[in-house]
């Protein structure tokens, strides 16, 4: 250890050497040759780690950015031995510079580690080519889903209207019947006309929702929904219910958010009607309605004192056509919690709930502030496309 303890004690002395100008036989010409060529060396080394460092600043997102910090400090120490060498001329720091060219050794090794460690994942990195072939591709693939939603969409339409027409010739004849003949009816033939027309009546709820739910995300020109404004006219369409079951609602601070207004109501509005449908007998139904602000996205929680879930049933919840009770409990057609779901997966947000069977039920939501649609990628992918 005695000679490492010199080494660093007198790293700084110069004295056991002669300046390089007096080792051998130097011409002007030849040595300022040299020293001129370190130096550029050196100038160059200097400005590779700089303009990485640099792009690694500015392109946000860059792959591998670890092997460009490691690659950028081998360059660097690569340099510095060709500064230390042209400063040998006249300091002859021998110890230092032996110091540097260990140090860059260490920093070789460690950067060739890297580059042998990443090997795999820089060759899966694909080309510039590579992106302008698999953007071929989205492109029309998103073209194919627009065209598609759009059928999707005008199937839904007419087959609501198609459908909703013998519904009620339907409902019209047995009401007509029960006007016109109703004296003449039994009880069992009056029952049966009730059962058939209070069937159709669900088979129409049934083919509105599903129209609601097919349109949900169709319209892209987002505005500025002031939800405070949007949650006060949905409670004041639920009047009647909340006077009914002498329900209590709390509203906290809600913001104003970039969206669609008929999809953010149809959000609230089906989380506010469960919250007040599914309550305990003989216990008066409290909705609690708070957000909460992130950096990033806004967070919802819509909570009430009613039945609650059982845990097993929270994924299913949100799955189309799932009833956990039946209509003679609880009116429904088991779109509302899917067309939610939908609605925030189409902002790009996230849907959950906490629950606990017999004391209630909390549903959280997040909504980003920066809302990317399927839409608006497309239309980025198809201005890139044309840069």
Not at 151 to 164: G, K, N, R, T, V
Not at 243 to 266: N, S
Request: proline share 3%.
């Amino acid at each position: 250890m005695q000679p490492l303890f010199d080494f660093f004690r007198r790293l700084a002395d110069t004295s056991d050497w002669p300046p390089r100008w007096h080792c051998g036989t130097w011409t002007d010409f030849h040595g300022w040759l040299y020293i001129l060529s370190d130096l550029t060396i050196w100038l160059a080394y200097m400005a590779i780690p700089l303009i990485l460092i640099r792009f690694v600043f500015i392109k946000k997102g860059v792959p591998l950015a670890g092997v460009f910090w490691i690659f950028g400090a081998f360059i660097l120490f690569c340099g510095l031995t060709h500064l230390i060498d042209a400063a040998m001329f006249w300091i002859p720091a021998y110890r230092i510079n032996a110091l540097i060219r260990f140090l860059t050794a260490v920093v070789s090794v460690a950067t060739v580690l890297a580059l042998i460690r990443y090997f795999n994942e820089a060759v899966g990195l694909r080309t510039s080519k590579e992106y302008d072939r698999e953007l071929s591709y989205r492109q029309l693939a998103m073209q194919e889903l627009t065209r598609s939603n759009q059928e999707l969409q005008q199937f839904a339409y007419i087959a609501s209207h198609d459908l909703q027409s013998p519904l009620k010739t339907i409902a019209n004849y047995l009401s007509l019947l029960e006007n016109k003949h109703g004296n003449e009816l039994d009880a069992d033939a009056r029952r049966l006309i009730g059962v058939s027309t209070a069937a159709a009546e669900r088979m129409r709820n049934l083919i509105n929702d599903l129209l609601d739910f097919s349109r949900i995300g169709a319209d892209v020109a987002y505005t500025q929904v002031n939800l405070k404004e949007l949650v006060d006219e949905i409670l004041e369409e639920q009047q009647a219910e909340i006077l009914a079951t002498g329900a209590g609602v709390d509203v906290g601070f809600l913001p104003t958010v970039m969206g669609h207004r008929t999809d953010l109501k149809q959000l609230f509005q089906n989380l506010i009607s469960n919250a007040l449908k599914y309550r305990r007998a003989d216990v008066a139904p409290m909705v609690t309605i708070r957000a909460t602000e992130d950096l990033h996205q806004f967070r919802f929680s819509i909570s009430d004192n009613g039945i609650g879930i059982d845990r097993q049933h929270f994924e299913r919840v949100f799955q189309i056509f799932q009833r956990l009770h039946g209509r003679n409990q609880y009116s429904g057609t088991g779109i509302g919690l899917a067309t939610c779901k939908k609605v925030v997966d189409i902002y790009g947000g996230q849907i959950w709930l906490d629950s606990t069977v017999g004391s209630g039920t909390t549903f959280s939501f997040t909504i980003p502030k920066v809302i990317k649609t399927l839409h608006q990628y497309a239309q980025a992918d198809s201005l890139h496309s044309l840069n």
